[in-house]
């Protein structure tokens, strides 16, 4: 990685390259990053996501979605719709995508205007016109809202409360409310694109919080399809927030297994009943975990 200046000539191309980064941000609007072969561009602003990127050189989660893909490798089959749910800018619907090609459809939902923005342009770069991006927030009712946004870490921005006491941002960021999006149960979003219910769909949700609120507007997709999903589970939040006991009492009506993606080891899956979903909050200290949750 380096700079080039005007004359084509690369120049700071010995400086670590969060350095360059650095002292790119003070004149550029957006940042680029190549990872796995893969082209990605985010606000000059953030640094969370690009910032792990520039030094591993691989995409965000990456693991986590070779864990998932491990899975439909382990009984023999693939998810034939994926949907992405709180897309950010593009980076896991994107390697989802170069991984398993156009035989699968992919649907992004992202309810930042900057962040939708540079999903759409990130697909473009990389030449996947063939993923269905949509500004929405997912949610337990239609309407609309406001979104709080986070210009560090853009990957946090969330629906306004969804976390009123702080526990998602890091304590050093500063977050205000921004833009208005609307609001779309993911019952609704399903039938509004005709997806397949009868073909393996994986819902990969990533939502700062707003879990809850998302599960009780798809109660009918997930109990209706062969449904897989991947997503955080914060107890800490939802006990805070009341929803806590609701929400386990959702999954439990949708789901029969489940495993805690940082209880497991990479190749193995070893689903418990979903009855022990209860445990879970204790087992990790109430901290967030990732689930993975089957038929």
């Known amino acids: 990685m380096g700079l080039i200046d005007k004359t084509g000539k690369k120049v700071l191309s010995k400086l670590p390259d969060l350095k360059i980064i ?4 003070d004149v550029m609007p957006y940042i ?27 995409i965000w989660a990456s693991e986590d979605m070779d864990f998932i893909l491990g899975y439909y490798d382990s009984i023999s089959a693939r998810p034939g719709t994926i949907v992405d749910i709180g897309a950010n800018v593009g980076t896991s619907v994107i390697y989802f995508r ?21 999903l759409k342009a990130n697909c473009a770069i990389n030449g996947f016109s063939d993923i269905n991006a949509f500004r929405y ?27 009123s006491d702080n526990l998602v941002f ?7 409310v921004g833009d208005t ?65 609701a929400f386990l009492d959702d999954i439990k009506s949708c ?14 899956y070893e689903f418990r009943n979903i009855s022990e979903l209860d445990k879970v909050a204790a087992e990790n200290n109430d901290e967030q975990c990732n689930l993975l949750l089957i038929k």
Not at 22 to 25: C, I, K, V
Request: glycine share 6%.
């Open 181 to 245: 999006v609307p609001l779309i149960t993911l019952d609704a979003f399903v039938s509004q694109n005709g997806i397949n219910k009868d073909a393996p769909v994986l819902f990969w949700i990533d939502v700062e919080g707003h879990e809850p609120e998302v599960f009780k507007g798809a109660k009918e997709t997930f109990k209706d399809t062969d449904s897989v999903v991947f997503c955080e589970f914060n107890p800490k939040l939802y006990k805070h927030n009341g929803s806590y006991d």
């Open 22 to 25: 650095s002292l790119a941000r």
């Open 98 to 118: 170069n991984k398993l090609g156009a035989d699968t459809e992919f649907y992004a939902v992202e309810p930042v205007t900057d962040n939708f923005n540079l």
């Open 32 to 58: 680029s990053v190549e990872a796995d072969g893969l082209t990605f561009f985010f606000k000059n602003t953030d640094h969370s996501i690009l910032d792990n990127m520039v030094e591993s050189h691989k």
């Open 255 to 268: 789901f029969g297994k489940f495993l805690c993606y940082e209880q497991s080891e990479q190749g193995k």
């Open 137 to 163: 927030g997912i949610s337990d009712a239609i309407g609309e809202a406001n979104l709080e946004i986070n210009p560090a870490n853009m990957a946090t921005c969330k629906i306004a409360g969804s976390d």
């Open 170 to 176: 890091e304590k050093d960021e500063s977050s205000y």
